[in-house]
């Protein structure tokens, strides 16, 4: 497509934008040599045109039986005969592309896209046997933790559905606690896979930043963009991680090599005694519940009993964390994620350009749709770069690498690290229309302990640690990176220890969510 020629105007904001100081008859003698070089970007289009991959035709429908709001769309696309998870049906988070299939992120802004290429997990997925069966709601753009501000629809809690999910791969969770999904992907920026599970009771496993490839997910920050399975048992999340695990040569956050690792094999080792440090830090926090303070000291105490040894830890750097987060999660997400239309520049990996340019256009036309979550990224991320260029991301990031030694450090020590998941149970699912004021502590107020996490690179899961007034809470166990393994053993030895974790009650058939109609080719 030919790209018109940039008028005086246009050049004058440049130049403006710059701060070039060019004057209007320089500025004139530059229109021609800026007009001779799209004839570069032309060709390149051209060439790219010739060797992008088509859609294939994939069948997906509206989802006819849909509860809670977990489901975007319903599919069903059936993987290799034979294969380590044949037979086994999945979700994919809806910010995952699988080919041929309408793909929102929970955004207006997103809306109306269909991706060309399936991501690298679901090609996994469907390489050991899978069945994936639909896209799961999520979070407008993934920046909630709370169910409520996806669109079209917010998603409901399976244990009481008056509740949150939690976010942001709420419909992920909420899919798998109400068993009507096997297993589903989920993605983790600042908790997002441990949020969702510790609210809805599922199983939830963050791997070591790089293990996993998100190559074909819409990012929102390279540095902290994870995804990771989340599941009924940690026997299924050590299953679907061999899957999903290894390099694929297109995700430059990946580490060049990654040795192959039986997950579901290391469950078998015994756990017995291993060292846990309980992070002091991570429990009696302002915002937390004293129940589930309890209810998870509880767990440590299954641990304690089950052969392994726990002592309490400070780590000062643990509470520094959050503000370090803030920095990345807000300048980074808004210079990567909305600026640079999800995908940014310099970035040496596989791009997405059709979705690129998709949700540039829709974020122009609606951007006025994007959750209040989204639009605090954008303004308070524009306006730290504004000041200090980029500083401020640049001190984030140097001082993750404190944040990262710190817990390094602390697991010189210990095998793993223990604390809440989240502060407190699920709350009640809030509207669109409230008051920033409530809005933004509801989106967003449960990250403290999970988001740090996401700046190291450390490996986290949730699992259940028992019933606070008949809601979950989540027991987090965090391990060195890349010992996702040993993470997941003592994840199995509690859940081994407690019989199980408990189901959530039967869902009544009144409770529904708006659901307006879809359209799309397929449909």
């Not at 040599?33 to 970007?41: I, M, P």
């Not at 994939?58 to 489901?71: I, M, Q, T, V, Y």
């Not at 899978?130 to 996806?150: R, V």
Request: charged share 15%; net charge negative.
């Amino acid at each position: 497509m030919a790209i018109p020629p940039p008028d005086a105007a246009r050049l004058a904001a440049l130049n403006e934008h710059y701060a070039f100081g060019l004057s209007e008859a320089e500025l004139a003698e530059f229109g021609p040599a800026v007009t001779a070089t799209l004839a570069s970007s032309e060709r390149v289009e051209e060439l790219y045109r010739a060797t992008a991959p088509q859609a294939p035709q994939r069948e997906w429908s509206e989802p006819a039986d849909n509860p809670l709001g977990g489901w975007y769309v319903t599919t069903s696309v059936p993987g290799a005969a034979q294969g380590p998870l044949a037979g086994r049906t999945v979700a994919l988070k809806d910010n995952i592309s699988l080919a041929g299939v309408p793909m929102t992120n929970g955004s207006a802004t997103v809306e109306g896209f269909v991706p060309s290429r399936d991501a690298t997990v679901a090609t996994r997925l469907l390489a050991a046997g899978a069945t994936i069966t639909g896209k799961a709601m999520c979070e407008d753009l993934c920046f909630s933790g709370a169910s409520f501000t996806s669109r079209p629809w917010p998603v409901r809690n399976p244990w009481d559905p008056t509740r949150a999910s939690g976010g942001s791969s709420s419909g992920s969770a909420a899919l798998v606690g109400s068993g009507a999904v096997d297993m589903a992907v989920g993605g983790d920026q600042g908790g997002s896979i441990r949020i969702p599970s510790a609210f809805s009771g599922t199983v939830g496993h963050k791997p070591t930043h790089g293990l996993v490839p998100y190559t074909g997910a819409f990012p929102i920050e390279a540095t902290i963009d994870h995804l990771g399975p989340i599941t009924r048992t940690v026997s299924d999340a050590a299953l679907m991680l061999g899957v999903l695990a290894g390099v694929d040569g297109l995700d430059a956050r990946q580490p060049t090599t990654l040795d192959p690792v039986d997950y579901l094999a290391a469950l078998e080792q015994s756990a017995a005694g291993l060292r846990v440090g309980i992070v002091t830090e991570g429990f009696g926090r302002p915002e937390s519940d004293p129940g589930v303070d309890e209810a998870v000291r509880a767990a440590i105490t299954t641990l304690t009993d089950a052969g392994l040894v726990a002592e309490e830890i400070s780590i000062p750097w643990h509470l520094d964390g959050m503000a370090v987060w803030n920095v990345i999660a807000t300048e980074g997400a808004a210079h990567q994620m909305v600026d640079g239309n999800a995908y940014g520049m310099n970035y040496p990996g596989l791009y997405d350009p059709e979705l690129i340019g998709h949700y540039h256009r829709q974020r122009h036309a609606r951007g006025s749709e994007l959750s209040k979550t989204v639009k605090l990224v954008g303004l308070s991320g524009g306006y730290t770069f504004g000041h200090g260029g980029g500083a401020y991301y640049g001190m984030a990031r140097n001082l993750a690498l404190e944040l990262r030694a710190a817990y390094d450090q602390a697991l010189t020590g210990y095998d793993v690290l223990v604390m809440p998941t989240l502060p407190y149970t699920a709350p009640e699912l809030l509207g669109l229309d409230a008051d920033l004021g409530t809005y933004l502590p509801t989106a967003l107020g449960m990250v403290g302990n999970c988001a740090p996490f996401d700046v190291s690179g450390h490996p986290a899961a949730s699992v259940p640690a028992g019933l606070v007034e008949g809601l979950p809470a989540g027991l987090m166990i965090v391990g060195r990176r890349f010992d996702d393994a040993t993470v997941l053993r003592v994840a199995h030895t509690f859940e081994q220890a407690v019989g199980g974790f408990p189901a959530p009650p039967a869902l009544t058939a009144s409770v529904g969510a708006a659901r307006p109609p879809l359209s799309g080719v397929g449909g």
